[in-house]
Antibody, heavy 118, light 112 residues
Framework: QLQLHESGPGLVKPSETLSLTCTVS??????????WGWIRQPPGKGLEWIGS???????NYNPSLKSRVTISVDTSKNHFSLKLSSVTAADTAVYYC??????????WGQGTLVTVSS | DIVMTQTPLSSPVTLGQPASISCRSS???????????LSWLQQRPGQPPRLLIY???NRFSGVPDRFSGSGAGTDFTLKISRVEAEDVGVYYC?????????FGQGTKLEIK
């Protein structure tokens, strides 16, 4: 069974770039069966899909974040990453990495809280 | 974006009794490939969400058979045949037919 683990700074300053990595174990990231994505949840609120990537590198981003988001995959390390630039307090959230198949978020990381504050 | 609307937003239920949550999408969720990518997720307190149902009615691995999904087009329902204490949490519907994928607001299931 796939297991996912998010890692990265828990505190980011306003206007800087949030960077998170999701390490995948129990399976290969080189799979046409899955796509790999990020979902976030502001404290006490609902879920927001950020974007996703296939192992081929093809991406889809939420238009509300598109100009600030980059998702990439490193097949040699079996992980994928999220970068969100020019962050503000509104980007404070628990960030989850997920694996989707078939187009359903089947496997989730435990989530990592990222706080945007000076 | 497709808007997902859940009702009710809160559902107090007696243990052992059934529960039902509705989800309506602002447009049809039938994909050009014929599939309908409507999922249901459960989020227990302090936990990440967990996939319960995918493609309207398919239970994910390890999900008890008291959970069932139904619907078509724009109207979908999650049913719990007999609520247990471990079912407390927030339930979300999610569409993945169209990008960006979108979620309902969540329905809080609590025990009376």
């Amino acid at each position: 069974q796939l297991q996912l683990h998010e890692s990265g700074p828990g505190l980011v300053k306003p206007s800087e770039t949030l960077s998170l990595t999701c390490t995948v174990s129990g399976g290969s990231i080189i799979s046409s069966t899955y796509y790999w994505g990020w979902i976030r949840q502001p404290p006490g609120k609902g879920l927001e899909w950020i974007g996703s990537i296939y192992y081929s590198g093809s991406t889809n981003y939420n238009p509300s974040l598109k100009s600030r988001v980059t998702i990439s995959v490193d097949t040699s390390k079996n992980h994928f990453s999220l970068k969100l630039s020019s962050v503000t307090a509104a980007d404070t959230a628990v960030y989850y990495c997920v694996v989707a198949t078939p187009r359903a978020p089947a496997y989730w990381g435990q989530g990592t809280l990222v706080t945007v504050s000076s | 974006d497709i808007v997902m609307t859940q009702t009710p937003l809160s559902s107090p239920v007696t243990l052992g009794q059934p529960a039902s949550i509705s989800c309506r999408s602002s447009q049809s969720l039938v994909h050009s490939d014929g599939n309908t990518f409507l999922s249901w997720l459960q989020q227990r307190p302090g936990q990440p969400p967990r996939l319960l149902i995918y493609k309207i009615s398919n239970r994910f691995s390890g999900v008890p058979d008291r959970f069932s999904g139904s619907g078509a087009g724009t109207d979908f329902t999650l049913k719990i045949s007999r609520v247990e204490a471990e079912d407390v949490g927030v339930y979300y519907c999610m569409q993945a037919t169209q990008f960006p994928h979108t979620f309902g607001q969540g329905t809080k299931l609590e025990i009376k």
